[in-house]
């Protein structure tokens, strides 16, 4: 049951981050993101467009090497912990992709 529990306070860390930073990111690109090869008529995005995305990068970075640190001992609760960590990392990588995506795209063209 220790284990069950570490498991899921490790997924929980890394979606309770995701989750905003997804949200964030969708508006950003449906107030901001424009796509144009040939003409190139889109305008220059203002300062903070790519902090989202750079944000998630670093925050994946950062979490999978505290779950690398914090593994411990087979059948340890860390262990637990730390294979939370990197499955909510997962999670909460996808979770921002489908926001930032349907932000740039449309949910249309996604669903």
């Not at 902090?51 to 860390?78: I, Q």
Request: net charge neutral.
């Amino acid at each position: 049951m220790g284990q069950l529990r570490a498991l899921g306070n490790g997924l929980s860390l890394p979606l309770m981050v995701y989750t905003p930073l997804s949200v964030i990111s969708y508006f950003n690109e449906v107030y901001n993101g424009c796509f144009e090869l040939i003409v190139g008529s889109c305008p220059q995005p203002p300062f903070y467009y790519h902090l989202p995305r750079l944000a998630v990068f670093f925050l994946t970075l950062t979490l999978l090497r505290y779950a690398w640190e914090e593994r411990g001992d087979y059948g340890s609760h860390e262990r637990g912990f730390s294979k939370g960590l990197v499955l909510g990392t997962i999670l909460g990588v996808l979770t921002f992709l489908v926001f930032w995506l349907g932000g740039f795209w449309g949910w249309e063209h996604l669903l």
